[in-house]
């Protein structure tokens, strides 16, 4: 059941136990499934740097979060972060810093000064930040080698199991080679965008999902 149920299933598949190493999936390639025509997760690196990567991820949560609108009570952090743009529920904007997209070049030679991070909008201060070594390393561990795989899905309600079923299409995207410029580049081409999930439930349960995503039908650089 579940937004993953399409990824678990393909798992179950493949046989590729459930995890969250930051390993290739098997054959030394990172498998992901795509609903048709919707996003693809990239990778999910926490921030490391900022008042998230200071902070516990409670007291982030307290500081940060907002109470959800669908009543449940839970305190959430969500909402699609774009490069260069206010997003509406947090009113963090997503920046760079160190790296120029006019010549796809970093030009600090220090690399604790190049980073990505959401920022105040009014103090420009560093809510949350991933350094440089973090998303290099969750990067190239996860992408040099990448498998994407669509599927749709139905409603499935004959028993308690299961909410859907799930149908592979046979369309298969699949990359090679990959460097940490093309992810700085194309999240400053807006392609890539930071789309957040952490919660807090009432009954004090906690999900902490950062992801990176972009849409099936957008057109690296």
Same mark, same amino acid.
């Given at each position: 059941?579940?937004?993953?149920?399409?990824?678990?299933?393909?798992?179950?598949?493949?046989?590729?136990?459930?995890?969250?190493?930051?390993?290739?999936?098997?054959?030394?390639?990172?498998?992901?499934?795509?609903?048709?025509?919707?996003?693809?997760?990239?990778?999910?690196?926490?921030?490391?740097?900022?008042?998230?990567?200071?902070?516990?991820?409670?007291?982030?949560?307290?500081?940060?979060?907002?109470?959800?609108?669908?009543?449940?009570?839970?305190?959430?952090?969500?909402?699609?972060?774009?490069?260069?743009?206010?997003?509406?529920?947090?009113?963090?904007?997503?920046?760079?810093?160190?790296? &120029?997209?006019?010549?796809?070049?970093?030009?600090?030679?220090? !690399?604790?000064? +190049?980073? *990505? =991070?959401?920022?105040?909008? %009014? #103090?420009?201060?560093?809510?949350?930040?991933?350094?440089?070594?973090?998303?290099?390393?969750?990067?190239?561990?996860?992408?040099?080698?990448?498998?994407?795989?669509?599927?749709?899905?139905?409603?499935?309600? &004959?028993?308690?199991?299961?909410?859907?079923?799930?149908?592979? !299409?046979?369309? +298969?995207? *699949? =990359?090679?080679?990959?460097? %940490? #410029?093309?992810?700085?580049?194309?999240?400053?081409?807006?392609?890539?965008?930071?789309?957040?999930?952490?919660?807090?439930?009432?009954?004090?349960?906690?999900?902490?999902?950062?992801?990176?995503?972009?849409?099936?039908?957008?057109?690296?650089?």
């Amino acid at each position: 059941k579940g937004t993953q149920g399409g990824g678990f299933t393909l798992e179950a598949l493949l046989g590729i136990p459930r995890n969250s190493l930051k390993t290739p999936d098997k054959y030394g390639f990172e498998i992901k499934t795509f609903k048709k025509n919707g996003r693809i997760s990239l990778f999910t690196p926490t921030a490391d740097i900022g008042e998230e990567g200071r902070l516990s991820f409670r007291e982030f949560m307290t500081k940060y979060g907002r109470v959800s609108a669908d009543l449940s009570g839970k305190i959430v952090f969500n909402g699609i972060h774009r490069y260069g743009k206010k997003n509406k529920q947090t009113g963090l904007v997503l920046g760079i810093k160190g790296y &120029r997209a006019d010549t796809d070049e970093f030009v600090e030679s220090d !690399t604790s000064k +190049i980073f *990505i =991070g959401l920022f105040s909008e %009014i #103090s420009e201060k560093l809510i949350s930040g991933w350094s440089f070594e973090k998303l290099l390393n969750s990067w190239n561990k996860k992408h040099t080698s990448a498998c994407y795989v669509e599927y749709e899905s139905r409603e499935f309600s &004959r028993n308690n199991k299961h909410d859907k079923e799930y149908y592979f !299409t046979g369309r +298969i995207i *699949i =990359g090679s080679g990959t460097s %940490i #410029s093309n992810y700085f580049r194309n999240v400053e081409k807006k392609f890539i965008y930071y789309d957040p999930g952490h919660s807090i439930k009432k009954s004090g349960e906690a999900k902490v999902r950062p992801q990176w995503r972009m849409s099936v039908t957008s057109k690296l650089a």
